[in-house]
């Protein structure tokens, strides 16, 4: 892992299957931490944080090149090798279902299901706006932190428990942040979306406005595979388990129960 050890939680490794989380920018493993306990009795539920998130270190030098989602994507896929995980279900969240496509994408024999919420397969702003959007967060960050790690946990979460969730991780994602965002203002996974045999499943949560306008593409191409679907989560926003954990267990359980 280019000597960068991923923080990383597991509960109910008795289990045959296995539920692999990951969150998006700015996120870490408590994102998912009443996810784990909910699922752990019947799965094996595996949480990381990704580098430079949580308590994961930051890679040296901390350049934007290190956060490309290739690179992120060989950590996960490593961490799956050295945790010996199978028949595995990936869940992520943002930036965190665009690392699940790639993911899924090169390891696919790995992987019983694909489910994410709050990621488009398609983004398309112009390529030279990633360095005008990189300096704007670094400079916000290094001048105006605290009001500004607010302002986006305020405009990530729904509720008072899940922005102070956002912001505990944001704090600790303040190196990574302008990098890992530099890399995902355009993207195109459509192609993979429709071409993918491993079964995918879009979780559409109601308010999250931003990502909603953006899914065009992406519904397109789910249109155009048998093996994928959109599922309708009503009353939450972005980051859909921390705004409902009870409506996003039930969602998410009735996915997976269905694939059996």
């Not at 302002?151 to 428990?161: G, I, V």
């Amino acid at each position: 892992m280019n000597n960068i050890q991923l923080e990383y939680s597991i509960r109910g490794k008795e289990n045959q299957e296995t539920i692999l989380f990951v969150h998006g920018a700015g996120g870490s493993i408590i994102q998912f931490q009443q996810q784990q306990e909910f699922f752990s009795e019947q799965y094996k539920v595996v949480l990381i944080s990704l580098r430079g998130h949580g308590n994961s270190p930051k890679p040296l030098p901390n350049t934007t090149d290190q956060y490309a989602l290739t690179l992120l994507a060989t950590d996960i896929i490593q961490l799956i090798k050295d945790l010996d995980l199978e028949r595995i279900h990936f869940v992520g969240n943002s930036a965190g279902g665009v690392l699940g496509y790639e993911v899924v994408g090169q390891v696919p024999e790995k992987f019983l299901s694909l489910t994410t919420f709050g990621t488009t397969g398609q983004m398309k702003f112009p390529k030279f706006l990633a360095p005008v959007f990189r300096g704007f967060d670094a400079l916000m960050l290094r001048y105006f932190k605290n009001w500004y790690l607010n302002l986006m946990a305020d405009q990530t979460a729904m509720n008072a428990s899940a922005k102070e969730v956002c912001l505990q991780m944001f704090v600790k994602a303040v190196a990574a942040i302008p990098h890992f965002r530099y890399n995902l203002v355009n993207y195109d996974y459509t192609e993979f979306i429709a071409q993918c045999h491993v079964p995918y499943t879009l979780i559409r949560c109601e308010f999250d406005k931003g990502i909603n306008g953006m899914l065009k593409s992406t519904l397109k191409a789910i249109g155009a595979n048998p093996s994928a679907k959109v599922i309708d989560l009503k009353g939450v926003g972005h980051v859909g388990n921390l705004d409902d954990p009870v409506a996003f267990n039930t969602c998410l359980k009735d996915i997976l129960n269905k694939l059996t």
